[in-house]
């Protein structure tokens, strides 16, 4: 347009020297214009492509944490039910010594402990997801909840070692069910997570208005970079070929919603030598 412009002129004069002066100002406003134009598009575009790489991305991390999820279900819903099956069968067509007897029925205890608390876990999942739970608050002893659930435990895993230690009457105001929920989570993955030589270290203390719970075991860690992620969905340390703990990956999902909503904190840090230390303040 500027060449055309310039061929309609017609030389000579101080006015052709005016004109052409406006024509290459035009030309020069014009440029910057396109150029700040095309720039601005293209940077539309480039931040579009962005986002849409990060929702599809977002969605196939989703449906393949998801899928992985099935696959974890259904397999902590068969295996102790077949567990449980086998061990009833055994003891129903056999007549076996008092000792293997007990043995039978402690494991189809502990198999159906495993049952209830994942079923648990996946009701309150679904009711947290659409809103609807409500806590129940009232006044309780947090140092005897922490005490039937290392009980609990101690009785289902006889041959684990759980050292506590705790101030009693220790109280707080909340839901129950749910923060022994909480602790059972976390007492369940320091014992899936830890050798079976390993101890676990439980410690509940009152610092003025401050709880503070500290569970700890001795087995790998977790790494750094997964320590803001192990707190997600259906999220679980390592990949497929690496998860030998069973699991679903709602334990530690949960536990952070209940204590958030207990107005409490959660963190995770490393144990020394080894290991994991789970911290909840209230």
């Not at 008092?98 to 494991?107: A, D, G, P, T, V």
């Not at 536990?255 to 959660?266: A, L, V």
Request: with cysteine; charged share 25%.
């Amino acid at each position: 347009m500027t060449d055309y412009k310039i061929q309609e002129l017609q030389p000579g004069g101080y006015s052709y020297t005016q004109q052409l002066k406006k024509i290459e100002i035009e030309k020069e406003r014009k440029t910057v214009q396109y150029i700040s134009e095309g720039a601005v598009f293209f940077l539309l575009i480039v931040l579009g492509a962005v986002w849409v790489f990060r929702s599809v991305r977002r969605q196939f991390q989703q449906s393949q944490q998801q899928q992985n999820f099935m696959m974890a279900i259904t397999h902590e819903l068969k295996t102790p039910i077949a567990v449980a099956r086998l061990n009833l069968e055994t003891l129903l067509k056999h007549k076996l010594p008092e000792e293997q007897q007990q043995k039978l029925i402690s494991n189809t205890l502990e198999e159906a402990g495993r049952l209830n608390t994942l079923c648990n876990n996946l009701l309150l999942a679904s009711t947290i997801e659409t809103g609807n739970y409500q806590l129940t608050t009232e006044k309780i002893d947090l140092s005897e909840v922490v005490t039937e659930s290392v009980n609990d435990f101690s009785m289902r895993f006889p041959k684990r070692k759980i050292n506590i230690t705790l101030l009693p009457g220790i109280f707080f105001t909340g839901d129950r069910l749910m923060l022994q929920m909480a602790i059972n989570n976390l007492l369940d993955n320091a014992i899936k997570y830890s050798g079976k030589e390993e101890n676990i270290y439980i410690h509940l203390t009152k610092e003025d208005e401050q709880i503070k719970l500290l569970i700890k075991d001795e087995g790998k860690g977790i790494p750094d970079e997964e320590k803001n992620k192990i707190f997600d969905k259906f999220y679980r340390v390592g990949n497929l070929h690496t998860r030998e703990a069973k699991g679903t990956g709602l334990g530690l999902y949960l536990t952070k919603k209940i204590i958030e909503q207990h107005n409490g904190h959660i963190s995770v840090t490393n144990n020394i030598p080894g290991g994991s230390i789970f911290e909840i303040n209230l």
